[in-house]
């Protein structure tokens, strides 16, 4: 691989790092802010206008796309190409070509959400634990997992499940008698474990059931790992909604997504080893 093309050696490289999720994509320039939007599903203009804006802005070397929403990566792909940028592929391919973690003892490697890649080398970095869990409580809820070796991190693999809002919806609409409850209203103080109303029993169960199920998942990761030498980080929308007390030292970072496509995205430009849209 040869030394990085950086047209202007005085210059840092900067690069736009996309998070296409099913909800809300996230957009970092380099700098302190991210950008948040609803994904436009079912609008590729909306999307082609997003990263016009973005590229307008700002003159970057290269973009960096995790996305989970392949439709739209289509759409990005395109915008990219048409600006004579560099696309480069935060996903898993990516990762172990840049040798940033081994996915191969990985057997389900073939789909795994690039999200989730972007999410546990963002929590991998700058770790020296033996072990690193990163939970994303978004529209699902993800976790991933990887372990320290002589050859550096090598993930394990995690667990899927409805985000929160799923609870909260489902019930609603697969039932005639039963609301929507929308998570974010639950007044914590005002919900009772044993419900009152019909809202305040799904909001109980939503109060009480979904961190039960997030402390059960991470105990029994940890269990599997062997190890109190974990980090564990937390991001998406509802992370903030649980007290984690199952592990009272988790880490907290909204951008851990964005960051780690980022991450993927400098040095995919360092290492000159980007796909550039050939
Ligand atoms: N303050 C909050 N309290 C409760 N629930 C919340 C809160 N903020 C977000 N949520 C819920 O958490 C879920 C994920 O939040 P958000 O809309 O920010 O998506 P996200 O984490 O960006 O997801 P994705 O990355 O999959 O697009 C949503 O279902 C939302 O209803
Ligand atoms: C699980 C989601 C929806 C979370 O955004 C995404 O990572 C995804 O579509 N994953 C594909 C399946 C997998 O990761 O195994
Ligand atoms: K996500």
Redesign the pocket.
Known sequence: MSESSNPDPVRAPRVLAI?L????I?LSGGGEGVGRCP?PKQDPAAMRGLVESWLFETRYDAVAVASVVPDLKQVVERVVKIHGLPLIEANHETASALGMMDFSHYAGVATLGD?RVANIIAACDGAENEAVVAF?????TTVDVAVFTDEGYRYLGGSIAP???ALGTYLGTMTSQLPTV???EIDDAETPAIGTSTRGAISAALLYGYPGMIAGILEATLAELATDNVRVVVT???A??FCWDAWPEAERDPSL?VRGVELLGMAGIRMDAVSVND
């Open positions: 998070d999720s099913n909800q809300q996230k994904t999200d994303d409580l978004g529209t699902a985000g929160v809002n929308d998570p974010a998406g929308g509802a903030d909604l997504t």
